[in-house]
Nanobody, 124 residues
Framework: LVQLVESGGGSVQAGGSRRLSCVGS????????IGWFRQAPGKDREGVAA????????YYAESAKGRFPIFQDSAKNTLYLQMNRLKPDDTAMYYC?????????????????WGQGTQVTVSS
């Protein structure tokens, strides 16, 4: 059974930082694309950043480039999203997802393995 567990959400003021963590278990580590997605109230779920576990390539949405680096600690089976210079528009539920596919941020429906989510609220 593949499982993903996120943590690190909370409330932060605009301009601040937050680090999200996603601990994974039950999958062959190198075969997967694993990424961060978010969903704000009334909006579709969207990709934020993803990492190809086999080759280490990273992929970013425009909104995340230069602000939200994604990286992993393979020894801990943990994926991180370092969120810097946060804006109120970043307020959303953030989810970790994984799938044994070439990495994509566009086709959210390609991911079948999801964590429970962690809420990030950015106040102005």
């Amino acid at each position: 059974l593949v499982q993903l567990v996120e943590s690190g959400g909370g409330s932060v003021q605009a301009g601040g930082s937050r680090r999200l963590s996603c601990v994974g278990s039950g999958y062959t580590y190198s075969r997967y694309c694993i990424g961060w997605f978010r969903q704000a109230p009334g909006k579709d779920r969207e990709g934020v950043a993803a990492l190809s576990l086999g080759g280490g390539s990273t992929y970013y949405a425009e909104s995340a480039k230069g602000r939200f680096p994604i990286f992993q600690d393979s020894a801990k089976n943990t994926l991180y999203l370092q969120m810097n210079r946060l804006k109120p528009d970043d307020t959303a539920m953030y989810y970790c997802a994984a799938e044994p596919i070439p990495c994509t941020l566009v086709d959210v429906s390609s991911f079948s393995i999801w964590g429970q989510g962690t809420q990030v609220t950015v106040s102005s």
